[in-house]
């Protein structure tokens, strides 16, 4: 009678799998949906970035955080998506709240609305006008608290080109954002 072992370790890494992809899929959605500003763009994000995953599990280095390393492609693989498609970000999901699409829990007064719509609609503006390795450290930096070493490893840059990107950004998204701090006072 010949052993089932293999197939049993197979399952086994399976369920290990699925139980790893129910824990972390919601970050990961979250993120790819801030920088990709598409809801249909994160999702296939998730699922690209889940395969990956799989595929290359005998590449992971048991010694690191399996979150960064999935991080990392996620994040890798949002900006490959972006490049591939030649176009910046739609409206991101910065002013839906944390999670992403339909996830403020308040309804807003009317005037509110009209001008939190407003507001919102120049900040995703300021966010698509940059490069998408700026917008993923400013996301990773600002929108996931990740320390700079950490936007460095998921990058793959050195931690002062993680820290140069993030000021970028918020340099960029400052100058483009001043006319409403004028507007406000």
């Excluded at 010694?63 to 994040?75: D, L, M, Q």
């Excluded at 001008?115 to 006008?129: C, P, T």
């Excluded at 917008?135 to 936007?151: D, K, N, Y």
Aim: charged share 30%; hydrophobic share 40%.
């Amino acid at each position: 009678m010949e052993s089932s072992a293999p197939a049993w370790a197979a399952e086994q890494r399976q369920e290990a799998f699925r139980e790893l992809i129910e824990r972390h899929s919601r970050m990961v959605f979250r993120m790819a949906y801030r920088i990709t500003g598409n809801e249909q763009d994160a999702e296939d994000v998730v699922q690209e970035t889940f395969l990956k995953a799989y595929r290359g599990m005998d590449r992971f280095d048991s010694r690191a955080s399996f979150s960064t390393w999935v991080f990392r492609i996620a994040s890798n693989c949002a900006i490959d998506l972006l490049r591939k498609r030649k176009r910046r970000p739609e409206a991101p999901a910065f002013a839906d709240g944390p999670d992403g699409p339909g996830a403020s829990s308040a309804d807003p007064s009317p005037q509110d609305a009209a001008q939190g719509s407003e507001i919102g609609r120049r900040v995703n503006g300021a966010l698509a006008a940059l490069t998408p390795q700026e917008r993923t450290a400013f996301v990773l930096r600002h929108f996931e608290g990740q320390p700079i070493e950490e936007i460095a490893r998921l990058l793959g840059v050195r931690a002062n080109a993680a820290k140069q990107t993030v000021f970028r950004a918020v340099r960029k998204l400052r100058l483009e954002l001043a006319p409403l701090r004028e507007e406000s006072r």
